[in-house]
């Protein structure tokens, strides 16, 4: 079993930036994949980033590409998200996922969630 937490969401202006991290407890993180997805108000959960099991491999939904950074620290058993340039479009609860071993995008396909940090950001 993986338990895992967010922290770092909260509300910040347009153009800013803000660094997600997700810490797990319960198993070791360095045999799966981790991945970021996000869910706005009314709306469906959206994949936003995903990382392999060594960080040897990154990718990026359409919204993040350019702008957000997938990063792992398997020694911590952690996962960040740097989010820079941030803009409303952006505001939504963002939520860590693992799944072993296979990489994916796809929500479904992930077995562990964290409760989700709330990220608002302010024209």
């Known amino acids: 079993q993986v338990q895992l937490v967010e922290s770092g969401g909260g509300l910040v202006q347009a153009g800013d930036s803000l660094k997600l991290s997700c810490a797990a407890s319960g198993r070791t993180l360095s045999q799966f994949v981790l991945g970021w997805f996000r869910q706005a108000s009314g709306k469906e959960r959206d994949f936003v980033a995903a990382?392999?099991?060594?960080?040897?491999?990154?990718k990026y939904g359409d919204s993040a590409k350019g702008r957000f950074t997938i990063s792992r620290d398997n020694a911590k058993n952690t996962v960040f998200l740097q989010m820079n340039s941030l803009k409303p479009e952006d505001t939504a609860v963002y939520y860590c996922?693992?799944?072993?071993?296979?990489?994916?995008?796809?929500?479904?396909?992930?077995?562990?969630w964290g409760q989700g940090t709330q990220v608002t950001v302010s024209s």
């Open positions: 996922a693992a799944r072993r071993l296979a990489f994916g995008t796809t929500a479904s396909l992930y077995d562990y």
């Open positions: 990382i392999s099991w060594n960080g040897g491999r990154t």
